[in-house]
Nanobody, 122 residues
Framework: QVQLVESGGALVQAGGSLRLSCEAS????????MAWFRQAPGQERKFVAA????????NHADSVKGRFTISRDNAKNTVYLQMNSLKPEDTAIYYC???????????????WGQGTQVTVSS
């Protein structure tokens, strides 16, 4: 099995930057694809970004393109989400996920972290 632990969430002013980290442990070889999702109060869990095993393939949601960047360091078993030009609309709990391929549906991922809160003030 795989254990995922997110960190880096904080309260930040609009226009600021934040970097989230997701450290993995356990059977990390099974993490073919890593992704970030977010869920705001009263909203469904939405896809943010995903990256393939070696980082050769990636995808970002339209709402974050040009502002967020996903990356991974397999040697450290860690995936990152660099968030720039943050907006109040980005406020949500951010979750790290691991699965077999890059997909936008939450149900496609096998492992999830507990989430980290990101709050962007206006």
């Amino acid at each position: 099995q795989v254990q995922l632990v997110e960190s880096g969430g904080a309260l930040v002013q609009a226009g600021g930057s934040l970097r989230l980290s997701c450290e993995a442990s356990g059977r990390t070889a099974s993490m073919v694809a890593m992704a970030w999702f977010r869920q705001a109060p009263g909203q469904e869990r939405k896809f943010v970004a995903a990256v393939s095993r070696r980082g050769g393939f990636w995808n970002h949601a339209d709402s974050v393109k040009g502002r967020f960047t996903i990356s991974r360091d397999n040697a450290k078993n860690t995936v990152y989400l660099q968030m720039n030009s943050l907006k109040p609309e980005d406020t949500a709990i951010y979750y790290c996920a691991a699965g077999s391929e890059i997909q936008t549906a939450p149900s496609a991922y096998d492992y999830w972290g507990q989430g980290t809160q990101v709050t962007v003030s206006s």
